[in-house]
Antibody, heavy 118, light 110 residues
Framework: EVQLVESGGGLVQPGGSLRLSCAAS????????MHWVRQAPGKGLVWVSR????????DYADSVKGRFTISRDNGKNTLYLQMNSLRDDDTAVYYC???????????WGQGTLVTVSS | QSALTQPASVSGSPGQSITISCTGT?????????VCWYQQHPGKAPKLMIY???NRPSGVSNRFSGSKSGNTASLTISGLQTEDEADYYC??????????FGGGTKLTVL
């Protein structure tokens, strides 16, 4: 059974940092592109970042470029999102997702809540 | 990276059909076959309903179908059921090697 379990969310002050993790199981992690998607409370889905299979390439939404870094450890079947210089508008549930090719995410984690507030 | 445009809400009665539109540009929806649709119930993670414009993942009812014309993609749900009531999001790959979502559509089954 495919499982994605996020952790690392919590309350952080503006300007602070946080690292999210996503533990994957039930599939060959190193064969899939992985993404982070976020959803602010009561709002819609927003794509954040993507990393390719071997970790050698990544892309970011303009809103997080230069502040967030996506990475993965295929030996540990784990995806990461390092978030620096956090702002109030980064407050959201962060989901990790396994993509089915280029188009869509066929498996999602349960999400982890990040709250940026003083 | 502007969000794709979806109607804020649609509604229908059980048994009816509804269509949700998703309008982008030639740099996203119009330029690629990589359009997908998600269903999200309150407090739950999204569920993939359609990928590559019109393909259904295993286990998704054939009442759900997708299509695209120019810069606009569409999701059609036929034979509406009460459990279809949810938020629906479209998403597309873009020419900048990023992905973009629509603003979401709340489906109400009356």
């Amino acid at each position: 059974e495919v499982q994605l379990v996020e952790s690392g969310g919590g309350l952080v002050q503006p300007g602070g940092s946080l690292r999210l993790s996503c533990a994957a199981s039930g599939f060959t992690f190193s064969s899939h592109w992985m993404h982070w998607v976020r959803q602010a409370p009561g709002k819609g889905l927003v794509w954040v970042s993507r990393i390719i299979n071997d970790g050698s390439g990544a892309d970011y939404a303009d809103s997080v470029k230069g502040r967030f870094t996506i990475s993965r450890d295929n030996g540990k079947n784990t995806l990461y999102l390092q978030m620096n210089s956090l702002r109030d508008d980064d407050t959201a549930v962060y989901y990790c997702a396994r993509y089915l090719g280029v188009s869509g995410a066929d498996f999602w984690g349960q999400g982890t809540l990040v709250t940026v507030s003083s | 990276q502007s969000a794709l445009t979806q109607p804020a809400s649609v509604s229908g009665s059980p048994g009816q059909s509804i269509t949700i539109s998703c309008t982008g540009t030639s740099s996203d929806v119009g330029g690629y076959k990589y359009v997908c649709w998600y269903q999200q119930h309150p407090g739950k993670a999204p569920k993939l309903m359609i990928y590559d414009v019109s393909n259904r993942p295993s286990g998704v009812s054939n009442r759900f179908s997708g299509s695209k014309s120019g810069n606009t993609a569409s999701l059609t749900i036929s034979g509406l059921q009460t459990e279809d009531e949810a938020d629906y999001y479209c998403s597309s790959y873009t020419s900048r090697a990023t992905w973009v979502f629509g603003g979401g559509t709340k489906l109400t089954v009356l």
